[in-house]
């Protein structure tokens, strides 16, 4: 009889063992802020830098996923924190909850805005290139009295497509430009255009489209099979078409769906051709990202769109909802340069310089990413600058 | 000055070198402005004649309607055109949107009230006596008209000009309800303003040297519409 | 000329333009193929009379009776209303050729062709403005001009020929060359001519009968002699001498 009793307390010992662990976790499952599928060349530390800004919060977003996949298979189940596989779900909790469950505070940079208050510099009449799709996410006109108070400027934003705004750089009819295209700014300062390039933030891009699905690519966490899919089934997408950042990023997605490409341009200009998918179902306008969405909208079509953009136009109802996002493939890091002085004396340097240094800052990079946090319930955009990553 | 010289260079070379995506938008910037322009002269001109012509009630009133439409925004008529094919609009359900259709309605409204304003004018010039005698020789009401606007052909060969320059250079409204979708409602103009938006300033510009020598070209071919007798 | 044929009769007829009493004709007849010369003080009504003749405007009340019809008082027929053409006193010529000003007429009746040309060709002889015929009307002088007027009114072989001050504004030559085209046109094609005019040496040169209209009435109307040797109205002596009536 003793033994039987002994076996009895054993099998209860290990049911409850095996058992009572994934119990008290389920309880504790926690929310995702964001689905991230892990990409080639990904890693833990990597992906929670790049959400955090703090490299060894990785084991929050460990634990969350391990925490949804007992409840949702999809997520992927991470047994050792240094091997992940492409295409694994990752679940990134908010901020907070990976700070809760790491049990430390996250090391973000401890910022705290400063009133603006004037530092003596007078930089005067600064004329600022940049993006539509940036100039239309609203950033600009958050953050840009802070400046112009602590810096006595009068900022000119001239928003026009990335290429528009490179070349607006090269002839120096700007100052200082903030565009989102890696390559084309690499080459506009090895060419001598542009000085002091620095990082500033990134935020990323969405496949937005009618909730009517025709493609079936809701939830997707593939882009580019996304792509491949809207391609399939012949259904409409709108392409932005101008060589603007969005519009690159949309070929490079083009490209790794491994879908037949042809090459085009519009009235055979060598230097600038583009690729896109041969059918009729694809529509390039040439026009920023509002007139694009607006077409999407009224057509019911897909298009790519980044999510500042989207989010914003949702405030005054659109028609179209996010499909597909979170594959890292659609990060987008935006980049500022001072235009060369050397090349063009009338360029207000001073101001230029003052500029990248008050973006790259840490107060302001602490504003852009409160950036839409209360219309939205999310950062539109993530600070990435140097000195921003330094101070983690 | 660099970009304009440039700009001059390639166009040349864009025309010479036959280039199918120039020649399908500049045929495209002519068809839609050329239908355009047929139903603004096809509706403008009788009803330029009959303003002109005829004394009626409400006569000063229909004249001040045309001279304001004829200095009104294009781009508010591209507006009210979009709003009207739009999904949720009224006619949205015809599907016109974004196609060569909804160009030509709004280049239509466009130009119409210039056509059909320049006409009045220019039968109000002529002589009152006039129509009296081709009466009297006798003319229909529709003969005198005609002959009338023959009289007046310099100013109504005018009246086609400046509906046909309103349209053909406008891009506002063209590329709200056309939607500058290459290879299907792509223009001259909307051409310059992508090109334009992408930084290649010289290719914009080749565009708009084209652009004005089409221009040139159809007014010298409308110029011999007037007659040779023109110069007294 | 025959005083048989009536071929305009007005009754009653009176027109008022603004409550103004331009017109008032108790009785009027006028014959086929007679020449009807209508004199008087200016703002009499002459031009009126003239301009209800050719069917461009209809009386405020009474009838003008053409051919011995009325149509109930509105314009008659295209057709009928084609019988009858006026050369006004100042004429207004169209932008082109002097022969195509001449063929006008008769391209709106439907009339074009190698017998419109010829047509063309004898009415610019019959003015003596054969040379001009390819020249451009805006270059004519006053006299050339209205032998235009006169010739393109010929082509179309009127019944009625109406002339408003046909040769008021020309010179000797002119008026003596216009006023031979009308006698010749009325012997050869027994054409009605109603001549308005200030001249009244060519209302006795040319008129059968002549017809005195005063402040919008007719005073009298008579063969031509006896208009101006013995008039029975004192108002048409007196401006037949010349005295002021006006």
């Known amino acids: 009889m003793k033994i039987g009793k002994l076996f009895l307390l054993m099998i209860t010992y290990f049911i409850l063992a095996v058992l009572l662990p994934s119990v008290v976790f389920a309880q504790d499952a926690v929310a995702c802020e964001k689905e991230v599928v892990v990409q080639a060349d990904d ?33 992927a189940f991470i047994e050792n924190v240094d091997i992940i596989e492409v295409g694994w779900k990752l679940c990134v909790p908010s901020a907070d909850d990976a700070a809760a469950i790491i049990n430390r505070p996250l090391e973000t940079p401890d910022v705290t805005v ?9 930089v005067g009449r600064l004329v600022l290139a940049t993006t539509t799709s940036t100039y239309d996410s609203g950033l600009l006109d958050v953050i840009l009295p802070d400046f112009e108070a602590r810096y006595g400027a009068d900022v000119e934003v001239i928003a026009v497509g990335t290429g528009q705004a490179i070349q607006l750089g090269e002839n120096g009819d700007a100052d200082v430009i903030l565009v989102h295209a890696r390559s084309r700014e690499d080459a506009f300062v090895e060419a001598g255009y542009g000085v002091n ?72 200009n060598a230097d600038q051709t583009f690729v896109k998918p041969d059918g009729d179902w694809y529509l390039s306008v040439g026009q920023g990202m509002g007139a694009t969405l607006t077409i999407a909208e009224e057509q019911q079509a897909y298009t790519l769109s980044d999510r500042a953009t989207f989010l914003a136009r949702t405030l005054e109802g659109i028609d179209l909802e996010i499909l597909v996002e979170g594959d890292s493939r659609l990060f987008n890091p935006y ?30 990079q602490k504003l852009i990413s409160q950036f839409g946090v209360a219309e939205f319930g999310q950062a539109l955009f993530t600070p990435d600058s140097a000195a921003w990553n330094a101070a983690k | 000055m660099k970009a304009l010289l440039e700009g001059l260079v390639q166009a040349i070379g864009l025309i010479i070198g036959l280039d199918p995506d120039l020649y399908e938008i500049i045929w495209f910037s002519l068809y839609v402005s050329g239908v355009a322009l047929s139903f603004s002269i096809l509706v403008g001109i009788p009803l330029g004649a009959f303003l002109g012509l005829k004394q009626f009630l409400g ?3 229909m004249m001040a309607l045309l001279y304001t439409g004829m200095g009104f925004p294009p781009v508010v008529i591209g507006l009210f055109v979009y709003l009207m094919f739009s999904r949720s609009g009224p006619v949205g359900t015809l599907g016109w949107l974004f196609t060569p259709r909804a160009i030509i309605v709004a280049q239509t409204i466009i130009s119409f009230p210039l056509v059909a304003g320049f006409t009045m004018a220019a039968v109000m010039g002529i002589d009152p006596n006039l129509r009296q005698q081709l009466v009297s020789l006798g003319a229909t009401a529709w003969q005198a008209t005609l002959a009338t606007l023959a009289e007046a052909r310099i100013g109504v060969v005018v009246a086609i000009i400046a509906g046909f320059g309103s349209i053909i250079s406008e891009v506002g409204a063209v590329i709200l309800v056309g939607g500058n979708i290459e290879g299907k409602t792509r223009t001259l103009t909307t051409a310059i303003v ?33 007659g040779r007798e023109f110069i007294r | 000329m025959s005083a048989d044929k009536i071929i305009y009769n007005l009754n009653n007829f009176t027109k008022v333009y603004n409550d103004r009493t331009v017109l008032k004709i108790d009785h009027l007849e006028i014959y086929a193929g007679e020449i009807l010369a209508v004199v008087g003080p200016s703002g009499a009504g002459k031009s009126t009379l003239l301009r209800h003749l050719n069917f461009l405007e209809q009386p405020s009340e009474g009838h003008l009776t053409f051919e011995n019809n009325n149509w109930n008082g509105s314009a008659p027929p295209l057709d009928v209303r084609r019988k009858v053409t006026t050369v006004f006193q100042r004429p207004v010529l169209l932008n082109r050729s002097v022969a195509a000003n001449v063929a006008y007429g008769l391209s709106v009746r439907g009339k074009r062709g190698e017998l419109a040309e010829q047509a063309i060709a004898r009415a610019l002889s019959q003015v003596g403005l054969e040379d001009l015929a390819k020249a451009s009307a805006r270059t004519l002088s006053g006299g050339e001009a209205q032998r235009v007027a006169l010739a393109r009114a010929l082509v179309v ?46 209302a006795k040169r040319l008129a059968h009968r002549t017809a005195f209209l005063l402040d919008s009435r007719l005073i009298e109307v008579t063969d031509t002699l006896t208009f101006f ?17 006006y």
Do not use: C
């Open chain 3, 157 to 202: 072989k009127p019944d009625v020929l109406l002339m408003d001050e046909p040769t008021a504004n020309l010179d000797p030559y002119n008026v003596k060359l216009i006023e031979q085209i009308i006698t010749t046109v009325n012997q050869k094609h027994n054409t009605t001519v109603v001549l308005v005019t200030h001249n009244v040496f060519q």
């Open chain 1, 43 to 75: 890693w833990l530390s990597k992906i929670a830098e790049k959400v955090y800004g703090d490299v060894f919060a990785y084991p929050a977003i460990a634990e969350a996923t391990n925490r949804a996949n007992a409840t949702d298979d999809t997520f």
């Open chain 2, 194 to 226: 992508l090109e334009t938006r992408k930084g290649n300033f010289d290719l914009a510009m080749a565009l708009g040297v084209i652009l004005l020598f089409i221009t040139f070209l159809i007014n010298l071919a409308m110029i011999r519409l007037q």
């Open chain 3, 229 to 245: 040797n013995s008039p029975k109205d004192s108002r048409t002596a007196a401006f037949v001498r010349g005295d002021m009536i």
């Open chain 2, 59 to 61: 006569r000063r009133f």
């Open chain 1, 197 to 268: 390039r620095q990082d500033v933030m990134y935020n990323d891009f969405v496949v937005v489209g009618p909730s009517a699905d025709p493609a079936g690519i809701k939830g997707m966490t593939d882009v580019a099979a996304a792509l491949a899919k809207i391609a399939e089934t012949g259904s409409t997408f709108i392409s932005r078409g101008d060589d603007s950042g969005t519009h690159t990023k949309e070929q490079s997605l083009w490209q790794a769906s491994g879908l037949p490409l042809v090459e085009a341009a519009s009235i055979k």
């Open chain 1, 114 to 122: 400063s009133p603006a208050e004037p530092t003596g510099i007078e």
């Open chain 1, 335 to 364: 980049g500022v340069i001072a235009v060369n002085p050397e090349l063009h004396l009338t360029v207000n340097t001073a101001g230029a310089e003052a500029f990248i240094e008050w973006i790259t800052s840490l107060e302001t």
